[in-house]
């Protein structure tokens, strides 16, 4: 806070004086908007303009989607304006990537196919499996039975905080 100041008056040859204070003021502000973040961040990874920081930039940003934390606001003049504190600031947090692998090992014609296996999911979302003749894009679901190169591609779904892939494999 200020120092107080002081007023002097002379009146018929006596002299008064007050002190009084001059308080801060509120600045006018505008909460930052366009703020993006990506599943898994926290709010450290997330850039706020001049003069802004988050309250705790520790936090997760939590599932995908539109989410709101607070931020403070401490404007350049600090001798005359308070800083404002807990101003809702909005962020929208996109799904992540994920980057899957898809392994299926061959078999013998006339042997039990072997089943594929795909890691990198951590979605965890739905997986479907397709085969092609190696070098055809024509998937089917059906495993193929006759003997020759073949790709297997796994697909899988988007869930709320990751997005969908696919990844491909020869055998």
């Known amino acids: 806070s200020s120092p107080p100041a002081s007023a002097t008056t002379n009146y018929n040859g006596a002299t008064a004086t007050a002190d009084f204070t001059i308080a801060k003021a509120d600045p006018t502000y505008t909460a930052p908007t366009g703020l993006y973040a ?12 001049d003069g802004w920081a988050w309250a705790d930039d520790t936090t997760s ?8 934390f607070k931020a403070n606001f ?13 101003v809702d600031v909005t962020v929208k947090v996109n799904q992540a990537e994920i980057t899957p ?9 006339g042997q ?9 999911n951590v979605g965890n979302g739905t997986v479907t499996y397709t085969y092609a003749t190696k070098g055809s894009d024509n998937f089917s679901a059906t495993v193929p039975t006759n003997a020759g190169n073949y790709t297997v591609k796994a697909t899988i779904a988007a869930t ?10 020869d055998f």
């Open 38 to 49: 990506t599943y898994g961040d926290t709010l450290a990874d997330v850039a706020l303009p």
């Open 61 to 68: 940003v939590g599932n995908a989607g539109t989410n709101t």
């Open 74 to 86: 401490t404007p350049a003049d600090t001798t005359n304006y308070n800083t404002v504190e807990n």
């Open 101 to 109: 692998t898809v392994t299926l090992d061959g078999w013998t014609y």
């Open 112 to 120: 039990e196919p072997n089943a594929p296996s795909v890691s990198g």
């Open 160 to 169: 709320t905080n990751y997005n969908g892939a696919t990844a491909t494999a």
